[in-house]
T-cell receptor
C-alpha cells in the first residue's frame, strides 16, 4: 500500500521569502504521479503542481517548483517570493498510473499549514 | 474548463433525518467520482470511489448503508447520509476524473459541503 508523509504540520514564512514544504512517500510502483494541492480558508482544493514519475525534470509553475527525488521517494515544494495569498493548507498526494476509466485514487499526506506573514 | 459543483454548500439537519449531497461535473464527463470526508485541520479521507453505472467501492471502515452513493450519469453523483447523527457532521468533498480525456491523471474537486447534524 502507498503512504504519503508530510512531517511539518505548520510552517511560517515572511512575505517575499522562499519556503520549502517536505513530502515523502512509499510505493512499490514505478509509474505514478505526485501532486501538491492548496486548500485556502475557502476549503476549495486547488492543484498547485503535478509531477509525472517518469519525467526526470522537476516541474515548475511560476513561483512554485518541486524537487523530485525518485530514488529517495521525496517530493518537496518550493514557493518563491511568498505572497499573503499563499497562506493555506498544502497537501502532497500520490496517484498510481491508471489506464482507462477505472481507478485514479489519490493518497493524501497529513497536510502542512503555511502562514505567510507580512 | 474542468469545473465541479456541489450542492448544497451548507446543510443543517436534525438527527435521524437523511441528507443528499449532489456532485456535478459541469463541462466534462466524469467516468469516476470520489467522495471524501474532512475534519477540521485534517487531511481528506477517501470514503468511496464510484464509476458511472456501477456500484461504488467503499474504503475500509466506511458504512455502505450509512453513506449511499449513486453515480447514475456521467455528470452526476450523489451522496446520501442516511439517519444522520451529530458524529456525521463534517465537511464532505467530491472530486471527478475524466478517464478518457487528456487530463485522465487529474482529479477536479468540488467546493465541498458542510454538514451539521443537530
Amino acid at each position: 500500500a502507498q503512504t504519503v508523509t508530510q512531517s511539518q504540520p505548520e510552517m511560517s514564512v515572511q512575505e517575499a521569502e522562499t519556503v520549502t514544504l517536505s513530502c515523502t512517500y512509499d510505493t512499490s510502483e514505478n509509474n505514478y504521479y505526485l501532486f501538491w494541492y492548496k486548500q485556502p480558508p475557502s476549503r476549495q482544493m486547488i492543484l498547485v503542481i503535478r509531477q509525472e514519475a517518469y519525467k526526470q525534470q522537476n516541474a515548475t509553475e511560476n513561483r512554485f517548483s518541486v524537487n523530485f527525488q525518485k530514488a529517495a521517494k521525496s517530493f518537496s515544494l518550493k514557493i518563491s517570493d511568498s505572497q499573503l495569498g499563499d497562506t493555506a493548507m498544502y497537501f502532497c498526494a500520490f496517484m498510481k498510473h491508471y489506464l482507462g476509466n477505472q481507478g485514479g485514487k489519490l493518497i493524501f499526506g497529513q497536510g502542512t499549514e503555511l502562514s505567510v506573514k507580512p | 474548463g474542468a469545473v465541479v459543483s456541489q450542492h448544497p454548500s451548507r446543510v443543517i439537519c436534525k438527527s435521524g433525518t437523511s441528507v443528499k449531497i449532489e456532485c456535478r461535473s459541469l463541462d466534462f464527463q466524469a467516468t469516476t467520482m470520489f467522495w471524501y470526508r474532512q475534519f477540521p485541520k485534517q487531511s481528506l479521507m477517501l470514503m468511496a470511489t464510484s464509476n458511472e453505472g456501477s456500484k461504488a467501492t467503499y474504503e475500509q471502515g466506511v458504512e455502505k448503508d450509512k453513506f449511499l452513493i449513486n453515480h447514475a450519469s456521467l455528470t452526476l453523483s450523489t451522496l446520501t447520509v442516511t439517519s444522520a447523527h451529530p458524529e456525521d457532521s463534517s465537511f464532505y468533498i467530491c472530486s471527478a476524473r475524466d478517464g478518457q480525456g487528456l487530463s485522465y491523471n487529474e482529479q477536479f474537486f468540488g467546493p465541498g459541503t458542510r454538514l451539521t447534524v443537530l
